[in-house]
């Protein structure tokens, strides 16, 4: 498309990747102009990130890009760990239908991904995507950020810096970083299968704390295959990415009559946060603002959390909803997540990747007795967000079943939409004036046991008993699909949503 009259646009998001390209197709689809700004000529086209979780999954299906990446999903039913003489130390449940609705974690090809939101973001008129542009200055005041390019310069009300672990955007606004401790030399290799995994008896998720040389195998998508070696010094990073010394490092799994190997990439492992995520009227998300290891494999899905959090309060800021300062609540509401799931990972990798032998014998007796006293299957549980826009009960994520309006069955997203909603028992429905809720931008959903006017049928029940588990009769839900609010009081908890959306605040009475 052609940019705005001297390449003024509403939002410049800087890196077209999953987290660049998720915000820009959030923004844009509210109506916003945006400009993303990449500097390599096209899309990356390699595998990197591997595995989404549930509640991203349902981010990108609200994008309308589930039909595109299902095909192409992995689901995985378990994440273990095992010793390097093969003993079960964590085994960790993966149901295939989670609390949001998807599969807990799905592996997905990160080529796939990207090309999908790339077609999301080239069909809205007012997403323009510049690849082969690098920015090579940036300098704001309280009006707006010009950005100096290898191309036009750009002028944005807003710019997010989504540009990867080595950010320009960070290093040009002098933002420091946190170092949590954790760097490792790894190498990484991804092969397509000729055969299903299945069939080559290759395991779907495994950590393997071998001293001798701890490893990940994890199928990636439907017959990809990615192994994952930890190296003994980042000297060896170099002479590592041979082909030859790939196929012969995977020997003891794969021949290379079984598949064809796509990538060998080096890397090093780290924890880093910055210590601020925005400065004026610019921000970071995703690798710019944190990295973590990937033993929770987190660190993509964080970035998208960031873009999910960021798009709907950049988006009340432009339309004159709430003042500007709204956008500090991004950091205080996603540092606190990502800091602990940031530590989780850590802890992970140290122990995953003890070399002494000595050290990881105690690990796995200290494993081992803990799985044999355990009485019922781990899972994977992530923190709520910090404090920020919440109100009481507020923080926690949303859940997802499905439910029918009398005329389709499907997940909640399918039948009632996204953005801001207000989920209520059907009995404390008729407490709540309606019109003025939606009025202000807000669906208001009843959950009963038949559809009715403005109550969906909750069928399998999962809605109201996460309603009953909060205590609440109403939760308001944002459009990141975080609670709001939620109480016994549905007036109250409505109230709280409508002093968000409306200036001055209204008022609801029963």
Same mark, same amino acid.
């Given at each position: 498309m ?7 646009t509403?939002?410049?998001?800087i890196?077209c990747?999953?987290?660049g390209?998720?915000?820009a197709a959030l923004l844009?689809?509210?109506?916003h102009s945006?400009v993303v700004l ?10 990197r990130?591997a ?12 994008l309308?890009?589930?039909a ?8 995985q039913?378990a ?9 079960l130390?964590i085994?960790?449940?993966?149901p295939?239908?989670?609390s949001?609705?998807w ?19 080239a ?7 510049r690849f082969?542009t690098?920015v090579?200055g940036l ?9 100096t390019?290898?191309g036009?310069a ?7 810096g #989504?540009d !990867?672990g080595?950010s320009?955007?960070?290093? /040009?606004?002098? *933002?420091e970083q946190d170092?949590? &401790?954790?760097?490792? @030399?790894w ?14 008896g290759l395991?779907?998720m495994l ?7 701890p ?5 990636t ?6 192994f994952?070696f930890?190296?003994d010094?980042?000297g060896?990073?170099d002479?590592e990415r041979?082909a030859d ?6 020997r003891?799994?794969?021949s290379?009559?079984d598949g064809e190997l796509?990538?060998?990439a ?11 995520w ?7 998300a ?6 973590m290891p ?6 993509? #899905?964080s !970035?998208?959390?960031d873009?999910?959090?960021? /798009?709907f309060? *950049?988006?009340?800021?432009?339309? &004159?909803?709430?003042? @500007?300062?709204v956008?500090d ?8 997540h990502?800091?602990?799931?940031t530590g989780?990972?850590?802890e ?6 003890l070399?002494?032998p000595?050290?990881?014998a105690e ?24 404090p920020?826009?919440l109100g009481?009960?507020g923080?926690?994520?949303?859940v997802?079943?499905?439910v029918s ?13 996204g ?8 009995q404390?429905?008729?407490s709540?004036?309606?019109?003025v809720?939606e ?10 046991a038949a559809a009715?006017?403005s ?15 909060l205590?609440?009769t109403?939760?308001?839900?944002r ?14 908890v409505a109230e709280?949503?409508l002093?968000?959306?409306?200036r ?5 009475s029963?």
């Amino acid at each position: 498309m052609t940019a705005p009259p001297g390449d003024r646009t509403d939002i410049a998001v800087i890196g077209c990747g999953p987290v660049g390209m998720t915000l820009a197709a959030l923004l844009g689809r509210s109506g916003h102009s945006v400009v993303v700004l990449e500097r390599y000529p096209g899309l990356y086209g390699l595998p990197r990130a591997a595995s989404f979780d549930g509640e991203v999954m349902r981010a990108l299906a609200g994008l309308g890009l589930a039909a595109a990446l299902e095909p192409t999903l992995y689901p995985q039913e378990a994440y273990e760990w095992r010793n390097g003489s093969g003993e079960l130390l964590i085994r960790q449940e993966c149901p295939l239908v989670g609390s949001s609705g998807w599969a807990e974690i799905s592996m997905f090809h990160q080529p796939a991904l990207e090309n999908a939101l790339h077609g999301l973001c080239a069909s809205l008129p007012n997403v323009d995507v510049r690849f082969g542009t690098t920015v090579t200055g940036l300098s704001h005041d309280d009006d707006q950020v010009e950005l100096t390019t290898s191309g036009a310069a750009v002028r944005a009300r807003y710019v997010i810096g #989504c540009d !990867g672990g080595n950010s320009f955007v960070r290093q /040009a606004i002098g *933002i420091e970083q946190d170092d949590l &401790g954790f760097a490792e @030399p790894w190498l990484v290799c991804d092969f397509t299968l000729r055969r299903p995994a299945t069939e080559l008896g290759l395991p779907p998720m495994l950590q393997i704390g071998d001293p001798a040389g701890p490893t990940t195998v994890i199928t990636t998508g439907r017959e990809r295959q990615r192994f994952c070696f930890m190296l003994d010094d980042t000297g060896d990073l170099d002479q590592e990415r041979s082909a030859d010394q790939a196929w012969e490092r995977v020997r003891p799994y794969l021949s290379r009559d079984d598949g064809e190997l796509v990538r060998v990439a080096t890397y090093t492992f780290r924890s880093l946060i910055a210590r601020r995520w925005r400065d004026g009227r610019v921000l970071l998300a995703g690798d710019a603002a944190h990295q973590m290891p990937p033993f929770l494999g987190q660190g993509m #899905c964080s !970035g998208i959390r960031d873009a999910l959090n960021i /798009a709907f309060k *950049i988006d009340l800021v432009l339309r &004159g909803v709430q003042c @500007p300062e709204v956008l500090d609540t991004y950091q205080s509401e996603r540092e606190p997540h990502v800091r602990s799931v940031t530590g989780t990972s850590v802890e992970l990798g140290r122990q995953h990747t003890l070399r002494d032998p000595a050290l990881a014998a105690e690990r796995d007796v200290r494993l081992l007795a803990r799985r044999a006293t355990l009485q019922e299957p781990e899972r994977i549980r992530l923190p709520d967000l910090g404090p920020g826009l919440l109100g009481g009960g507020g923080g926690s994520l949303s859940v997802q079943g499905r439910v029918s309006d009398g005329i389709r069955t499907g997940l909640l997203d399918d039948i009632v939409g996204g953005g801001f909603r207000l989920l209520v028992t059907e009995q404390a429905l008729p407490s709540l004036d309606v019109p003025v809720l939606e009025r202000a931008g807000i669906t208001v959903v009843g959950f009963g046991a038949a559809a009715g006017k403005s109550v969906v049928a909750d069928s399998d029940g999962t809605h109201r008993r996460w309603l009953s588990e909060l205590g609440a009769t109403a939760a308001a839900v944002r459009p990141d699909n975080y609670v709001l609010a939620a109480g016994p009081d549905a007036v109250e908890v409505a109230e709280e949503l409508l002093a968000l959306l409306t200036r001055p605040a209204g008022k609801l009475s029963r």
